[in-house]
Each structure stands twice: as structure tokens, then as C-alpha cells.
């Protein structure tokens, strides 16, 4: 297992977007535009129950993630890993708020049931900055 150096956190807990990859039955990627958080350990993300990414995760939990700075879009952190937790109910929508609060200032709609994806980094590459296990990065 990698782990998410300081630098590294600090970068996911800024507004910045993600774009999260997992795979379709037939192997192909798919990608889409997501918030992203951290527990220290292992990066957040929160979708909708029943979404493509969803139903991805039910055959294949190996995943991807490309963190991209807001202001200066050549700088970014690349993270790969296996999701290891979906959990749905309140700690979903906490979770969805924590997010929304983060990236709009306000809570999040309840218009469907969401789901809180937990993965557990193996390679992280932060192109720019310090190494950590796992891990290598050069910031600029």
C-alpha cells in the first residue's frame, strides 16, 4: 500500500477535482468528474447508488484517480489502488455534505440515495515533490 504524503493531502484537501476511472465489464475504462476527500490514509469519493460507477465496482474494485490542480492544470497527482469500502445511509450523505461544503459552501441535495467509496492507494505519483512509500513524485 502506498501512502498519501502530507504534500499529497494538503493538494486533496484543496477545491480541486478529480477524475475517477473504473472498468466496464468488457475491460474498457471509464472515467468520470468527481469530488475527492482523504481520510489520511485512504482517498474519498461519494456517487450516486446504482450509478455506471457503482455497478463497475460490483465486478472489479481496481480504480484510478487523477487529482488536477484548479488554478494551474498541468500540476497533478495521479493515484492508483483497490476500493476496500462502499458504504450508503448517513454516513454517505455526511460524507456528500463534507464534499459539497468543500466545493460549493453549502449542503448537498437530497435527491437520491449515494454511496461513500473508499480506496486504498498502491501507487501514488505526485509529479513535482517529495516520495513517500510507494509513492514518487516531483512537484514543480
Known sequence: MATLSEEVQQFIDEPNLAIF????????????????????????INTP???????????DRRVSLCVI?????????????????????????????KLSQKYNGRDYPRRQERVKVVVAPSHVFAPGGGRGEGQSSRWS
Open 49 to 59: 447508488l446504482g450509478s455506471q460507477k457503482e455497478r463497475n465496482l460490483g465486478r
Open 69 to 97: 490542480d484548479r488554478d494551474q492544470p498541468h500540476r497533478y497527482v495521479q493515484i492508483r489502488g483497490r476500493v476496500i469500502e462502499i458504504s450508503g445511509g448517513e454516513e454517505a450523505w455526511q460524507h456528500i455534505n
Open 21 to 44: 476511472v473504473t472498468l466496464m465489464k468488457d475491460g474498457s475504462p471509464q472515467s468520470t468528474m468527481v469530488w475527492v476527500d482523504h481520510d489520511g490514509e485512504n482517498v474519498l
